[in-house]
């Protein structure tokens, strides 16, 4: 039996070690070649990775039995792996072996297969059927899924009593069961509005803060129909019920991850039983990033709901007439963070889905009305009609109250395109074609922007400070903290420094490779005192448990994106506390930030306890000077090979002075320090980085602190030390949180203001 694994990461398997090995020409003629897509891959079990649990994440390995591998050449002389159907169940490649119909000068190693199914692939992948396990269908299942086929599964009993809060929302008594076993023992205000409109038909647009469980007030009506319906037939695609679109990819894989937890403890058997066959909910992703050979193969062997970000799901509706009829099949459409998909580069693809779900009397223009892919799809346009009851739900923590009052008005902005439209979000919501003359907006969003459970608090220092003010912060306040930054590059910058000061810091950001940027998010959530840094890709939705501290190392051009960043602490009432770092050049836009979110009084200073500053100020220094030299040393090697290269490419012999002219003139692109120079600047960089341990490895001591002497001095440190309950890093520092020390703060500045006042 021959048997092939593949990685979600790596196209087909690079952790198998087995080889595979090339049958003759004449006997792979007489094999029957079988595609990709059709073959029964099965999931291998594997850790839980980027937070998409078990046998769906992106490191998720699948294995296939009893097929044949064969390595052919294509046109370019490249090898390419073929899938045959196996013609007896080999027992192995060493009995294949001893038999003959290998032949050993033809031994690949797997990871051969890898860089090739890599490159047809497009690197990773992701989970097909999430929350519960995908299994194929053998023959049994088959069978006994025939039986119930068609059949509305009755509702099983649940005792209202236990969740007394949620016994007025009709929603599946499988999911009140998820509630319960996830100790979500009430709605949250947004879902307690949003979820009876919902249930009962309604299009609802709802604003509500962040972190207050809007991912639920969408998608629950949206499972409790499903589970309402008839099961799903084995034997054909599945029909598309629900799409959900995020703005970024994290989100959306989240968003799917918030799915599968819910139907997890929705759909257990609860008598230690696996359900056999295929999952009673299939819940599929289609993210940019990802190899968009298997997302084409989930979505033609069907999910239930689809979670996509737009670009992706375009590119597939285009090479898919079956896929653009089941948009305009959707029972349910959701558009989550809906003022952000607009600003992301996407909204020519958001649009043009949006415009299949249109009825006929609804249709509107759209920016690719000239391309031949959008004019080929007017035939489906005016065939297929798009489902006269599908419900539409747009979500976000900031949208316009403008834009809701409209909605309300009228059904739809300007009137089906009657009136002048203001904004891209008002084109949006004009595409959309609400079958609710009068949607249900609820606006629940907050006073000020943030939620009541942020703490808030600035740092004023020049911008060359900032690194430094930085680390004092992370030091002096351990916990998962996420720092935004306004480009790339300044992640970039922070990187190094950050590590060489041996922080647990991870970038997040658009460079990243996809498969990257999910671990980093990973290994952030899974360290106590992580720190993620990141560009505004992270800023919304992203649901991190216990981020205890928000960083705008930059501060955020809109009052919705402060609004977005700082809600990713203090989530679902917990504390959080967020903090600016804000540089005099950028006082008048940081006024002009807090006027827009209607604050009428300055943020409180976090108060600093200078007495650190010089120790870290040096440890910076340093830590810069290392890399400045590493940089400089890499630079300098990447021009010299390139000089070598160059030449050789050219069949050109170098001129040992011309290496070493270059090594010398820094103008030069090809510039090198000399030998000399070069072995001077390493035993440079060491010595700095002997200076740097060292300081690592000194204790931080605010002022008036004697470690030697520590019953002595103006702060007597022995009581902590005896009773380890002083600060873990910073010798006599206050052990208060950030959020309680600007809490006490603001308490002590409202007693001095009551007290000058009476
Ligand atoms: N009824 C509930 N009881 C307790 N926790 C809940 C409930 N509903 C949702 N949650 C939890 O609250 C957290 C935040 O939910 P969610 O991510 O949906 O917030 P959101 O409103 O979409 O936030 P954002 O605007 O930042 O996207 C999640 O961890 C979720 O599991």
Same mark, same amino acid.
């Given at each position: ?42 999931? @291998? ?21 009893? @097929? ?6 294509? @046109? ?100 009140? $069961? ?8 009430? !709605? ?81 058997? *609860? ?8 999952? $009673? ?49 959707? $029972? ?116 000020? *922007? ?45 990187? !190094? ?25 990973? $290994? ?31 501060? !955020? ?168 309950? *002083? ?32």
């Amino acid at each position: 039996m021959a048997q092939a694994k593949r990685s979600a990461s790596a196209g087909y398997s690079r952790s198998s070690k087995a080889k595979l090995k090339k049958r003759s020409t004449s006997t792979s003629k007489s094999r029957t070649r079988l595609a990709a897509e059709s073959l029964k891959w099965k999931p @291998v079990h594997t850790s839980s990775f980027s937070g998409v649990d078990g046998g769906g994440g992106m490191m998720m390995l699948e294995e296939l039995e009893d @097929v044949g591998i064969e390595w052919e050449e294509d @046109v370019g002389g490249r090898k390419v792996a073929r899938f045959v159907a196996s013609e007896t169940k080999r027992k192995g490649k060493a009995k294949a072996a001893a038999e003959g119909s290998l032949s050993g000068d033809e031994v690949i190693d797997e990871g051969e297969a890898d860089e090739g199914e890599e490159a047809n692939e497009g690197g990773n992948e992701l989970p097909e059927f999430t929350g519960i396990d995908a299994q194929d269908l053998n023959d049994e299942d088959e069978e006994s899924i025939a039986e119930s086929l068609g059949e509305v599964e009755d509702e099983p009993d649940f005792d209202d009593a236990l969740l007394p809060d949620w016994k007025d929302i009709n929603l599946h008594s499988s999911l009140k $069961r998820a509630f319960l076993a996830s100790g979500f023992v009430k !709605p949250t205000e947004i879902q307690m509005r949003a979820l009876p409109a919902a249930i009962a038909g309604r299009d609802v647009v709802g604003v509500a803060e962040t972190g207050s469980g809007k991912t639920l007030s969408y998608s629950l009506p949206i499972l409790s129909h499903l589970l309402r319906c008839p099961k799903p037939s084995p034997s054909s695609r599945r029909p598309l019920s629900g799409l959900i679109l995020c703005p970024t990819r994290e989100l959306a894989l989240q968003v799917v991850e918030h799915l599968s937890a819910v139907l997890k403890h929705a759909l257990a058997e *609860g008598q230690g039983t696996k359900p056999s066959g295929p999952p $009673r909910i299939s819940v599929g992703s289609v993210v940019g990033g990802l190899s968009a050979q298997k997302q084409k193969r989930i979505l033609d062997r069907g999910c239930d709901v689809l979670v996509a970000t737009p670009g992706r799901l375009w590119d597939l509706i285009k090479a898919d007439d079956e896929l653009a009829a089941s948009i305009r099949g959707l $029972r349910f459409l959701v558009i989550d963070e809906a003022d952000r998909m607009i600003e992301n580069g996407h909204f020519a693809e958001l649009e043009n889905i949006v415009r299949l779900t249109q009825r006929a009397g609804a249709t509107t223009q759209g920016p690719d009305d000239d391309d031949p892919v959008f004019a080929a799809m007017s035939t489906l346009l005016t065939e297929a009609a798009a489902k006269n009851d599908m419900q539409t739900f747009v979500f976000s923590a900031t949208l316009s109250k403008d834009l809701q009052q409209n909605l309300k008005r009228t059904g739809r902005i300007g009137g089906k395109g009657k009136g002048k439209r203001s904004s891209t979000l008002e084109d949006l919501v004009d595409k959309l074609d609400f079958r609710d003359r009068n949607p249900e907006v609820i606006d629940l969003s907050p006073e000020g *922007g943030v939620v009541a459970t942020l703490r808030e608090s600035i740092v004023e220092c020049v911008v060359a400070d900032k690194d430094l003010y930085l680390y004092y912060f992370l030091l002096r306040y351990p916990g998962r903290s996420l720092v935004f930054v306004g480009s790339i590059d300044g992640i970039r910058r922070l990187i !190094p420094l950050f590590t060489l000061l041996q922080l647990p810091i991870f970038p997040l950001h658009s460079q990243l490779q996809q498969k990257q940027r999910l671990k980093n998010l990973d $290994r952030f959530k899974s360290s106590k005192n992580g720190i993620l840094i990141a560009t505004d890709v992270a800023a919304r939705g992203l649901d991190i448990p216990q981020v205890d501290h928000v960083i705008h190392f930059n501060l !955020p051009r809109t009052a919705d994106a402060y609004i977005h960043r700082s809600g990713r602490t203090a989530r679902a009432k917990n504390q959080g506390f967020a903090l600016q770092l804000c540089a005099p050049e950028e006082k008048g836009m940081q006024r002009a930030l807090m006027k827009s979110l209607g604050r009428g009084h300055e943020l409180p200073d976090l108060s600093i306890e200078s007495g650190f500053l010089p120790a870290l100020r040096e440890r910076i220094r340093v830590a810069r000077a290392i890399e400045k030299a590493e940089h400089h040393v890499t630079k300098s090697t990447h021009d010299r090979n390139w000089l070598i290269e160059a030449a050789e490419a050219m069949d050109l012999d170098i001129d040992p002075d011309m290496l070493s002219d270059a090594e010398d003139d820094p103008d030069l692109p090809f510039h090198k320090p000399n030998r000399g120079k070069k072995a001077n600047k390493k035993v440079a960089v060491s010595g700095l980085k002997a200076e740097l341990r060292q300081l690592l490895s000194e204790k931080l001591m605010a002022r008036g602190v004697s470690a030697k002497y520590p019953t002595s001095g103006s702060k007597i440190i022995v009581d902590d030390l005896l009773r380890e309950t *002083g600060h873990a890093t910073l010798l006599g520092a206050g052990t208060k949180k950030a959020y309680d020390e600007v809490g006490a703060a603001k308490g002590k500045r409202k007693r001095a203001a009551k007290s000058r006042s009476g």
